[in-house]
């Protein structure tokens, strides 16, 4: 399309900030605020399991509570049920803001996060029942994901009529990043769907394909709507330009073209080839890292992001330290022997809750905070002001613990792998252990997110609905009627 | 950047090239992997129990604490001469004078002396006086080299050493059978330090080509702590998830890796045991119990305990029930989830993996 | 607290744009180069793609080398298919003192190896001799329906492993195939058919 083209084309005229919030609002407040309950949910579930590393015995005559089956359905929980919420519900009104329309097809979107959530509550029962695909983060049985794809279909569709209802000049770098995380997560789930579940490839084909789908998911499905995020708010609170939208475009291609190569371990029984070509991956993950991290410190420059008075600034400055430590370790995973000390130990899953709770949920936390009050007509504001601040408190301690507990204690159970030492299970333990209490925190601070999602939607929706609201609205219009 | 719908194409294009790479093309190529060796012999799919098992397995989660991925680490090669070169000059120069130093080398090409010498004299219209003197010159030459290692000459190809002769130079005259299986490796090793392949394969290729000299190459494991320490006895490859219905290799070692367990506990009942109570017998361990594998039921008075009852040996050697005053029998489930395990090995060298020699075992390791 | 608090509000700057900086030509020149030599580092890495090269081997030709000569073939196929003899002939070729003559060190089957070739071919009874001792068995034709190739890595097995002969190829079991046409037997052997077909037995 060429310059003419756009200009020959009509261009609506752009909508008022309050009308897409307006537009938004019930879609994406439901959206939030299923993420805060399946929070809670993920965080619950997964501190059950990880009692089970101080206390092997507990809860362990049940077999619909095993280990395995409560770290899967915890993780579930937090993929889809959380981030897939929360991600999908801030993309939709960051789509309609930055191409100044109101959201398209609101009932669209209803349907699907109807169809969404029932996905993850199929997928937990399933699991529960012990009906998963062995692939541990990919947990998805055959009929969730059928539900999940249709659900996430009726909702992306809902933001391409949005993306496409009105030529705008220059896309801001966010749209791409939301854009190509609503294109992602189809092609990585069904790739999952048809060649895991649906009709399984032959075992030893499983292992890449496995290996693709839960780092693009990480990588670029979260990556790409965490990091809109990032390079929305940054700029759009502190009222400055983005840096470069050269750095921008380059970290966005090179992310989505190396997002799902990196990581593969040194020690996976693949081909010498497809593990040395993951490794080259990330090795040139530090471009990303680069981009990302140089366009937004250039944006920012001055401002003290985690010092800030506001709290979506510190949550996204926090996150986006996060993403550029958790990008830091997939850079380091590109050296065999350090990769090759860390493979089996509790490093790798640490680093994806870290990803997963330092940069992804506290981007939406901080994202939340902003979008949520908006949402409503008139002076809203969140109800217990001095809570929401420590959801960021606690989520910020819960990262940095599991990021401690996730490096430094398992150098040491690394190390006893690679020497036998006899302790070597207990050093295995020990990082866990530790990273326990970071789950604590994450759990304590998921119950506030939904605490105050609740107190924010009760106060302003119920109360704005409730028959006593409507009847003194309509005792105001009738004095100013009879005021004139 | 205007250009809406190319966002959505250039999106596609990129997230293609990782999906051609990570995805279609290993998958493509471990599809296309082989059940066949290439000796003759070929991987089988699971027993139907054992298969059932990779279900409970999978189905309670098991892969997230334990990895079926055992992997290599330094790794060198020792050369076994099987047939000598004509040319010991050359030979030597290939292998380097540090290995050719061994005096093994020397017997051996001294032993050549001597059947090309005992060939000449027993020739037709040799001089006999000649040839003899040779002859009695190789022969005390090759018992003049003392080695500590036995060679059986005969076992050499182009070496054979007849009759009296070789009673002579110290070799068995009549091969007795154990000998005589033992041909096959009458070999000597060359190198005697690890050599990575970078290092040695213009000398293997030497060997072979310039020398004529024929030889095996052993794999030899220097630092693999998971063959040393672990159990396992060679790297998991991706041939060893043929026949699985659902692939877990697994991501975390909170337990033992699990790649060669099948080799390891060949005892059913000590593995129903650990699945039962792995703590049962006193045992450290961290592994919940899975009891609910298990049908349970009080034991009467003075019961004989049953079969298939899963026991532990209490430290005077009788056994016992894992719960005492119960007696516990695996259900259907926990004999596939056994059966499962006990498939799981990889004590069989492969093409692409055979099983190397291990340098030095320091702290093998009791089978968890 | 609260003051902050209210600050939120619906007070907001406009919609973020993004900025015209260029990305400096010199990082891209580095990051170029940096990305040339990656390529170059996968190039001598990457094992051809084969897909039978797996950590800590870094090459085809690595593996080839490790694999077994031909000869180690023959005989380790010809070992399986002697699963299909061992129930008489034992697993150790000893046979049966008095009832089936043993393979070790066996006049019968050293030397020339088509008089063993058609025995496993077409079966052997009536009274013979091995190593002076008499036998009277009945062998059936165990491998009329097996290739030369398999006979002779059968023949191969159990002459290298005991009786220090060398290997049997497949061109002279055809041999003995031909021999027996010629001769026009048919069905099993005994010592008489067998010399006169032309396949020397021993005394």
């Known amino acids: ?484 | 950047m205007n250009k809406s719908p190319w966002i959505f194409l250039g999106v596609l294009f990129a997230l293609s090239l990782s999906w051609w790479g990570m995805v279609f093309g290993p998958a493509s190529q471990a599809n296309a992997a082989k059940a066949d060796l290439g000796d003759g012999t070929s991987l089988h799919p699971r027993s139907g129990l054992a298969q059932q098992g990779e279900q409970i397995y999978r189905e309670n989660g098991c892969y997230y604490c334990h990895t079926r991925m055992a992997t290599g680490g330094t790794f060198g090669y020792e050369i076994q001469i099987t047939q000598l070169g004509a040319d010991k000059d050359l030979t030597r120069e290939i292998i380097g004078e540090e290995y050719a130093g061994n005096k093994i080398f020397e017997k051996a090409y001294a032993f050549q002396a001597v059947a090309a010498a005992q060939e000449a004299a027993t020739a037709e219209g040799a001089d006999v006086e000649a040839t003899k003197a040779t002859l009695e010159q190789a022969k005390a030459y090759a018992n003049a080299i003392e080695t500590e290692d036995a060679l059986i000459a005969l076992g050499i190809s182009g070496v054979t050493i007849e009759g009296d002769l070789a009673g002579e130079l110290g070799l068995p005259i009549e091969m007795s059978e154990a000998d005589k299986s033992s041909v096959a490796d009458a070999t000597f090793a060359v190198s005697e330090g690890i050599e990575q392949w970078d290092e040695i394969k213009d000398r293997v290729r030497a060997l072979k080509d310039r020398a004529g000299a024929q030889f095996k190459l052993l794999p030899v494991a220097d630092n693999w702590p998971d063959v040393e320490y672990w159990g396992a006895r060679r790297q998991s490859v991706t041939r060893d998830f043929l026949y699985d219905v659902h692939a877990m290799p697994g991501v975390m070692r909170v337990g033992p890796d699990l790649s060669n367990v099948g080799a390891r506990q060949l005892d059913l009942n000590a593995l129903y045991a650990k699945i039962y109570n792995s703590q049962a017998g006193g045992q450290s361990s961290h592994m919940p119990p899975y009891k609910y594998l298990f049908n349970v039921r009080s034991a009467k008075e003075g019961e004989e305990l049953p079969a298939n009852a899963v026991t532990v040996s209490t430290g005077d050697g009788v056994k016992q029930s894992v719960e005492p005053d119960f007696v516990v029998t695996p259900t259907h489930k926990a004999r596939a989830l056994a059966a499962y395990l006990q498939s799981l090995r990889n004590d069989k060298g492969l093409p692409e993996a055979p099983l190397p020699a291990v340098r030095e075992i320091s702290n093998p390791k009791e089978g968890e | 607290m609260e003051e902050k608090h209210s600050n939120l509000n619906l007070k907001e700057h406009g919609e973020p744009a993004a900025g015209n900086s260029q990305m400096p030509v010199s990082i891209m020149v580095v990051l170029t180069l940096l990305g040339y030599i990656g390529c170059y580092k996968v190039d001598e890495l990457n094992a051809n793609f084969a897909a039978n090269v797996h950590a800590p081997f870094g090459s085809p030709a690595e593996v080839a080398s490790l694999a077994p000569s031909e000869a180690e073939l023959i005989f380790g196929k010809g070992k399986q298919i002697y699963a299909n003899c061992q129930g008489c002939h034992q697993p150790n070729g000893g046979g049966t003192p008095g009832q089936i003559p043993p393979l070790v060190n066996s006049s019968w089957v050293k030397g020339d190896p088509k008089l063993a070739a058609a025995i496993v071919l077409n079966g052997l009874q009536g009274p013979i001799a091995v190593n002076g001792t008499p036998y009277n068995g009945a062998m059936t034709a165990v491998g009329a329906a097996w290739s030369d190739e398999e006979i002779a890595a059968v023949l191969t097995y159990i002459r290298q492993s005991w009786n220090g002969e060398e290997l049997v190829t497949a061109e002279q079991v055809a041999e003995a195939r031909t021999m027996i046409k010629d001769s026009g037997h048919l069905g099993t052997w005994n010592k008489a058919s067998l010399d006169a077909a032309g396949f020397a037995t021993p005394e």
């Open chain 1, 1 to 484: 399309m060429s310059e003419e083209e756009t200009h020959n084309a009509p261009i609506a005229p752009e909508a008022q900030p309050e009308e897409i919030n307006a537009s938004c609002r019930g879609p994406v407040l439901f959206l939030f605020f299923s993420a805060a309950v399946w929070a809670v949910q993920a965080t619950g579930v997964g501190l059950l399991g990880s009692l089970k590393m101080h206390v092997p015995g507990f809860l362990a005559d049940c077999p619909f509570l095993t280990y395995g089956r409560l770290q899967a359905n915890a993780w579930v929980a937090f993929l889809y049920g959380f981030a897939g919420n929360a991600g999908l519900g801030l993309t939709l009104w960051m789509l309609s803001r930055l191409r100044g329309m109101p959201l398209a097809k609101p009932g669209f979107v209803l349907a699907g996060a109807f169809l969404w959530n029932s996905g993850v509550t199929a997928a937990m029962v399933g699991i529960t029942m012990g009906d998963q695909p062995g692939v541990a983060g990919y947990e998805l049985p055959a009929y969730a994901s059928r539900v999940l794809l249709i659900g996430q279909a009726f909702i992306a569709f809902s933001a391409i009529i949005t993306y496409f209802s009105r030529r705008h000049q220059q896309l801001y770098p966010s749209s791409w990043f939301l854009i190509a995380a609503l294109v992602a997560f189809p092609w990585i789930v069904g790739t999952a769907h048809w060649l895991l579940v649906e009709t399984p490839v032959r075992g030893a084909a499983q292992i890449p394909v496995a290996h693709w789908t839960v780092t693009s998911l990480q990588q670029i499905w979260l990556g790409c709507m965490g990091l809109a995020a990032i390079l929305y708010f940054i700029p759009k609170i502190t009222g400055r330009e983005l840096y470069s939208r050269q750095w921008a475009a380059f970290g966005f291609w090179m992310l989505l073209i190396l997002g799902g190569w990196v990581n593969l371990n040194s020690g996976s029984p693949l081909p010498v080839w497809s593990i040395k070509l993951s490794q080259y991956a990330s090795a040139l993950f530090i471009f990303v890292l680069i981009a990302i991290g140089w366009n937004l410190r250039q944006t920012a420059k001055g401002v003290p992001l985690l010092g800030s008075s506001d709290l979506t600034l510190q949550c996204m400055g926090f996150a986006l330290g996060a993403w550029l430590i958790a990008a830091l370790f997939t850079f380091g995973n590109f050296y065999s022997d350090w990769n090759g000390l860390l493979q089996f130990t509790y490093a790798g899953t640490a680093m994806r809750q870290f990803f997963a709770w330092g940069f992804f949920a506290m981007a939406m936390f901080g994202a939340v905070y902003y979008v949520a009050p908006r949402l409503f007509s008139g002076e809203v504001d969140w109800a217990c002001s001095g809570t929401y601040k420590w959801i960021f408190r606690l989520t910020a301690i819960g990262a940095v613990v599991i990021l401690l507990a996730g490096l430094g204690m398992s150098y040491g159970h690394g190390h006893a792998l690679q020497d036998g030492s006899a302790e070597v299970m207990k050093k295995a333990l020990m990082p866990m252990r530790i990273a326990f209490l970071g789950e604590i925190l994450f759990f304590l601070s998921s119950l506030i997110f939904l605490g105050s999602m609740a107190c924010l939607l009760f106060r302003n929706c119920c109360g704005e609905c409730s028959p006593m609201a409507l009847i003194r609205k309509c005792r105001a219009a009738e004095a100013e009627g009879g005021a004139e």
